[in-house]
């Protein structure tokens, strides 16, 4: 039994040893075959380098230099030396005063779905339908309305129906004064001013708030215009009622939510208004909302989305809502336009040299389908509760 265990182990163990053999030289070769592969595709900085030197001489490249250049040059980084040339553009790189409007200036790049933060991009592209929109982005898009010609563009808007100030009256409680965050042009104010005894007007937009001034019931005594962010403005608190008018998204929600509550009177409000348009016809809209969406990537959330996600902060209570009956109205197509371009992804700033494409492409839409005036009916949103 043991003569034959002896003749059995030794043939099991070459098998096994020939089996092992096998497997290390395939797993050998493709890491061989991908290292291969690896040093036969060029570095994506490597590419960088090559595009910027193209054109130069060999010598004057820093990518390309002769070996001999590059051997001086590891011997003085060894020794503790500067190469005098990469000195000099340092300290020109340090002492270039750089511009706080470069940032907001700059084209910005939109980082794809699925792309990581820490992915850097080497050249900004003009945003697509489909990119994700950076918090930075839609900063940018908010900055669209420190702009004049959008702060007159708000004229064409529709105003409030009168039953959004009728359920507003009723949630006014003493001392009667009102925070209006967000205010823009004042077409809120303006209606609070009826029955309210102090309005205090807050939007970071110099440009809103001289809009507001010049409108019919701007200059009434009982409205306290402030320019400033919502967020760190000067308030004077007691307020019976704190409103935000399609503005509320704009606003850090972790920091205007506690001060409000902190500002409102032990029984005051936070009412949030929107306010949507029903269109009768569906097929020149589909056809509309397409080129939007072609030129712009930030599309409104969905305003009870909203709602559901500043209750699930913890930072809001809600305790009643209505919806408005709709009322019809009809806008010229230039005013329509006009109105479209009182909005933060849709504005001339926004799209810049784009703005006269999207123009031409949306009244292509109005002539395709035999349009002259734009019909179509208002509704209000108004969500009222405990902020904190």
């Known amino acids: 039994m043991h003569r034959r265990l002896a003749r059995v182990r030794p043939q099991r163990s070459r098998r096994l040893e020939r089996v092992l053999q096998g497997w290390r030289r395939r797993v050998l070769e493709r890491i061989e075959d991908r290292a291969r592969r690896r040093r036969a595709r060029p570095h994506p900085r490597a590419r960088r380098r090559v595009a910027r030197c193209r054109g130069r001489s060999r010598a004057g490249c820093p990518g390309t230099a002769p070996r001999e250049d590059r051997a001086r040059g590891d011997r003085d980084r060894r020794a503790g030396r500067r190469d005098p040339r990469q000195a000099g553009r340092a300290r020109v790189r340090r002492g270039r005063q750089r511009s706080p409007l470069r940032r907001e200036e700059a084209p910005l790049a939109v980082r794809p779905r699925g792309q990581s933060p820490r992915v850097r991009r080497c050249r900004a592209r003009p945003p697509r339908e489909g990119d994700r929109v950076t918090s930075h982005y839609q900063r940018h ?100 009622l704190a409103t935000t008018g399609a503005s509320i998204h704009w606003m850090d929600l972790s920091v205007v939510l506690p001060r409000f509550g902190a500002a409102l009177a032990p029984t005051g409000r936070l009412a949030i208004v929107d306010t949507e348009s029903v269109y009768a016809d569906e097929a020149w809209r589909r056809d509309l909302v397409a080129v939007f969406e072609r030129y712009s990537p930030a599309h409104s959330d969905d305003f009870y989305g909203l709602i559901a996600e500043l209750e699930a902060s913890g930072h809001f209570t809600r305790e009643g809502e209505r919806r408005t009956a709709p009322i019809p109205y009809e806008q010229s197509l230039d005013d329509y336009l006009a109105m479209l371009a009182s909005t933060s992804s849709l504005s001339r700033v926004t799209l810049r040299d784009r703005a006269d494409a999207f123009e031409h492409d949306a009244r292509g839409i109005f002539a395709a389908h035999g349009m002259e005036r734009v019909r179509a009916a208002l509704v209000a949103h108004i969500v009222w509760g405990r902020p904190r």
């Open 141 to 240: 898009l908010g900055r669209a309305f420190i702009d004049e010609e959008v702060a007159r563009n708000y004229r064409y808007r529709q105003p409030y129906p009168p039953e959004v100030f009728d359920v507003l009256a009723g949630l006014l409680v003493a001392p009667r004064t009102v925070l209006d965050a967000g205010c823009g042009s004042g077409a809120l104010t303006r209606g609070l001013a009826g029955f309210a005894e102090r309005i205090d007007a807050v939007d970071p937009s110099e440009a809103m708030i001289r809009e507001g001034r010049r409108l019919p019931g701007g200059d009434s005594e009982r409205i306290r215009w402030i320019v400033g962010r919502a967020e760190d403005a000067p308030l004077a608190a007691p307020y019976g």
